[in-house]
């Protein structure tokens, strides 16, 4: 099985690569056109800021490439936000797969920090990368922003206020949440992507 993670200008790629070496899959990290067309599955992780990654996708046309993928394909934090209509953060428009805005964490009391960090539990709302197991599990956060919760959310999990944990439309999946950071959690989870 050829696994492929879109290499582009976003922190955490190698960390995703890892913990697919783990599960006994050699992942190709690439920006190949044809290679990610012809992979049978692809990951589109990352950590960085909206804008700045929009439009290096935009000049390297993997945002056409993206939108154009026909295989399963799995977006994890900064990359489900990307997956998505438009983020407030740098006022950005964005690959809209989700037809959804991605809105920036306000604080309503002097405890409540962003970025939020740390383990919060899932709540299972739909199928896909999920089983009846995972349902009040604890995965790994890290975001200043987030995805309402919508038609589309899959997981939902609250901090300040509910949100989307993990979106699913077609043969697109995405996860807020960290699953290479999640312990067996998060691996069962990368588990259930590479057998759809």
Not at 141 to 146: A, M, P, T
Request: aromatic content about 10%; proline content about 5%.
């Amino acid at each position: 099985m050829l696994v492929a993670i879109i290499k582009y200008n976003a922190g955490n790629i190698y960390s995703v690569d890892y913990a697919l070496k783990r599960l006994g899959i050699s992942p190709v990290v690439t920006a190949e056109p044809e290679v990610l067309l012809k992979a049978d599955k692809v990951i589109f992780p990352g950590v960085g800021e909206a804008r700045t990654t929009m439009n290096y996708l935009k000049d390297t046309k993997l945002d056409l490439l993206i939108r154009d993928l026909r295989q399963p394909v799995l977006g994890i934090c900064l990359g489900m936000q990307l997956m998505c209509k438009y983020s407030e953060e740098g006022d950005t428009g964005c690959l809209n797969i989700f037809d959804v805005e991605v809105k920036r964490f306000i604080p309503q009391k002097h405890e409540e920090k962003v970025p939020h960090m740390g383990w919060n539990t899932l709540s299972i709302v739909g199928e896909g990368l999920f089983t009846k197991e995972q349902n009040k599990q604890f995965v790994y956060f890290v975001h200043s922003y987030y995805v309402p919760i919508n038609s589309c959310t899959a997981a939902a999990t609250e901090y300040i206020l509910p949100f989307s944990a993990a979106l699913q439309k077609g043969n697109y999946y995405a996860t807020q949440f960290h699953p290479e950071k999640s312990g067996t959690v998060g691996e069962k989870i990368l588990e259930i992507f590479l057998r759809l």
